[in-house]
């Protein structure tokens, strides 16, 4: 499968962004979705997670209460809401996809090319 993502950009704090990620090729109802981001001079790191039927969400402490995963199956996107941003948050953000159980790095298939979210103070 394969992930095109977008709508990074450069906000002030406490303000919102809405990333989206298309998905083409294989049957893209079969993975479970994800948002990982990566900080300069970081790793890489799970953000948010949704099943296949978009009933489960999963998300990292850092985020919870302020980012919602969602997907439409019928458009091949998932999207990562995000609101109340910090300047903590400013980073390269990718979608992935897995059929795995886990949201190990090491578990993800496909992963999309990344867009950069920067935060402002």
């Known amino acids: 499968v394969q992930l095109q993502a977008s709508g990074g950009g450069l906000v002030q704090a406490g303000g919102s962004l809405r990333l989206s990620c298309a998905a083409s090729?294989?049957?893209?109802?079969?993975?479970?979705m994800a948002w990982f981001r990566q900080a300069p001079g970081k790793e890489r790191e799970f953000v948010a997670g949704?099943?296949?039927?978009?009933?489960?969400?999963y998300y990292a402490d850092s985020v919870k209460g302020r980012f919602t995963i969602s997907r439409d199956n019928a458009k091949k996107t998932v999207y990562l809401q995000m609101n109340s941003l910090k300047p903590e948050d400013t980073a390269v953000y990718y979608c992935?996809?897995?059929?795995?159980?886990?949201?190990?790095?090491?578990?993800?298939?496909?992963w999309g090319q990344g867009t950069l979210v920067t935060v402002s103070s």
């Open positions: 992935a996809a897995t059929t795995s159980s886990s949201w190990l790095r090491s578990n993800i298939g496909y």
């Open positions: 090729g294989r049957t893209f109802s079969n993975y479970r």
């Open positions: 949704i099943s296949w039927s978009g009933g489960s969400t």
